[in-house]
């Protein structure tokens, strides 16, 4: 126990030599907790849209104006010609195109119908959908008022409605960000714990001091705990103050038990550590650690349903993001945080991640006595 103890002595004490430690574990978490929620904003807005006028009415004015009011679509373009229209779709400065035909006000009130032309730029297939649907919404809402306007009550024309009553659960107003910081949190312990463990030993490579390390009385689980054990001080010390940020900044507190948070903060880390160190037995140099660790930052991110839905991915990727513990713990994150769930609903999640911590710090372990 005692050289377990000097060697933690000794690793902390190197720790906070680095001048540049307290920056990252503090002002860089801070720093990105607060920028990247603005900046991943599910809630697209600014979509442009030209509007095709070929009928110039009190119907089609009324409409326009109700567009431009969402809030959600801006005017690129209003006009009566076609010609113009589409350039605007050809100079990408239109998402989206609505044509309201001659005779739209006539035809509605004598034939109750009237068809409308939507264009839609589908280069970013998912501001198209998203346009779209908006602006689907706003035609119906508007076709209810014309309705409702036009309608008169107890007439023999008046046709029965049903209401929709929708109630969003976990998240009444669907504020985006109360999903995405839960996930940027588990990116950052995974970005900075991880990086950090895996420049550890690396840079004791680099300065040539693991050979001296190798031949002191310093036992493998030793030398190995010595490593892991400030990073899992670290880790928690970034989970801390995203924790404190979240609920400073986005006023989000977590529903569930925080201590079982901590709980499998424990477990994330023990894998991920080991995942770090495995990183180091396979570099020589903290150049070649952070070209890795930067390769598996991007498919962690892309694949861990931090942006993206697991379940809608392809059969194969949806196998390849579980064996990564980063995609358990956003599962978890939101699980606690957003529906307050309990142990027993995340217990599948934490027997997962100890297997695969157990996996890669046996490889790590193993591959370090091969290379020492």
Same mark, same amino acid.
């Given at each position: 126990? =005692?050289?377990?103890?000097?060697?933690?002595?000794?690793?902390?004490?190197?720790?906070?030599?680095?001048?540049?430690?307290?920056?990252?574990?503090?002002?860089?978490?801070?720093?990105?907790?607060?920028?990247?929620?603005?900046?991943?904003?599910?809630?697209?807005?600014?979509?442009?849209?030209?509007?095709?006028?070929?009928?110039?009415?009190?119907?089609?004015?009324?409409?326009?104006?109700?567009?431009?009011?969402?809030?959600?679509?801006?005017?690129?373009?209003?006009?009566?010609?076609?010609?113009?229209?589409?350039?605007?779709?050809?100079?990408?400065?239109?998402?989206?195109?609505? +044509?309201?035909?001659?005779?739209?006000?006539?035809?509605?009130?004598? +034939?109750?119908?009237?068809?409308?032309?939507?264009?839609?730029?589908?280069?970013?297939?998912?501001?198209?959908?998203?346009?779209?649907?908006?602006?689907?919404?706003?035609?119906?809402?508007?076709?209810?008022?014309? =309705?409702? +306007?036009?309608?008169?009550?107890?007439?023999?024309?008046?046709?029965?409605?049903?209401?929709?009553?929708?109630?969003?659960? $976990?998240?009444?107003?669907?504020? $985006?960000?109360?999903?995405?910081?839960?996930?940027?949190?588990?990116?950052?312990?995974?970005?900075?714990?991880?990086?950090?463990?895996?420049?550890?030993?690396?840079?004791?490579?680099?300065?040539?001091?693991?050979?001296?390390?190798?031949?002191?009385?310093?036992?493998?689980?030793?030398?190995?705990?010595?490593?892991?054990?400030?990073?899992?001080?670290?880790?928690? #010390?970034?989970?801390? #103050?995203?924790?404190?940020?979240?609920?400073?900044?986005?006023?989000?507190?977590?529903?569930?038990?925080?201590?079982?948070?901590?709980?499998?903060?424990?477990?994330?880390?023990?894998?991920?550590?080991?995942?770090?160190?495995?990183?180091?037995?396979?570099? +020589?140099?903290?150049?070649?650690?952070?070209?890795?660790?930067?390769?598996?930052?991007?498919?962690?991110?892309?694949?861990?349903?931090?942006?993206?839905?697991?379940?809608?991915?392809?059969?194969?990727?949806?196998?390849?993001?579980?064996?990564?513990?980063?995609?358990?713990?956003?599962?978890?994150?939101?699980?606690? #945080?957003?529906?307050?769930?309990?142990?027993?609903?995340?217990?599948?999640?934490?027997?997962?991640?100890?297997?695969?911590?157990?996996?890669?710090?046996?490889?790590?372990?193993?591959?370090?006595?091969?290379?020492?």
């Amino acid at each position: 126990m =005692r050289p377990l103890l000097f060697l933690l002595r000794k690793e902390f004490r190197q720790v906070f030599r680095d001048r540049g430690f307290i920056g990252r574990l503090f002002i860089a978490p801070a720093i990105q907790l607060i920028l990247l929620p603005l900046a991943a904003n599910y809630t697209i807005k600014n979509i442009n849209i030209g509007i095709v006028d070929h009928d110039h009415s009190q119907v089609s004015r009324k409409l326009s104006e109700k567009i431009l009011s969402s809030g959600y679509f801006k005017l690129a373009g209003y006009t009566d010609f076609n010609s113009k229209a589409g350039k605007l779709i050809d100079a990408d400065k239109a998402d989206i195109l609505l +044509e309201i035909p001659e005779k739209f006000e006539k035809d509605l009130i004598r +034939e109750g119908s009237k068809k409308l032309g939507i264009e839609v730029n589908a280069i970013n297939g998912v501001k198209a959908s998203v346009g779209f649907a908006y602006l689907s919404n706003i035609l119906s809402d508007y076709n209810n008022d014309i =309705r409702a +306007e036009w309608v008169q009550p107890g007439s023999a024309g008046e046709v029965p409605t049903i209401d929709i009553i929708t109630s969003y659960w $976990y998240n009444p107003t669907l504020t $985006y960000f109360i999903f995405m910081v839960p996930g940027i949190m588990v990116s950052l312990v995974t970005m900075i714990a991880g990086l950090s463990a895996a420049f550890n030993i690396v840079k004791e490579k680099e300065l040539g001091t693991i050979e001296q390390i190798n031949v002191t009385p310093i036992k493998k689980y030793q030398f190995i705990l010595g490593k892991l054990i400030p990073f899992l001080f670290i880790g928690l #010390v970034v989970f801390s #103050v995203s924790l404190l940020i979240a609920r400073v900044i986005y006023t989000i507190i977590p529903l569930g038990n925080i201590a079982l948070l901590y709980l499998f903060l424990e477990v994330f880390l023990f894998a991920l550590l080991g995942f770090g160190l495995l990183i180091s037995t396979f570099t +020589e140099t903290q150049q070649q650690a952070n070209s890795l660790i930067f390769l598996f930052m991007m498919v962690f991110n892309m694949m861990s349903g931090l942006y993206t839905p697991i379940d809608s991915m392809p059969s194969w990727a949806q196998l390849v993001a579980h064996l990564f513990p980063i995609s358990y713990f956003i599962e978890v994150m939101r699980m606690i #945080v957003i529906k307050g769930s309990g142990f027993h609903d995340i217990l599948h999640h934490i027997y997962a991640v100890l297997m695969i911590g157990a996996v890669l710090n046996t490889w790590a372990i193993i591959n370090y006595r091969k290379t020492s």
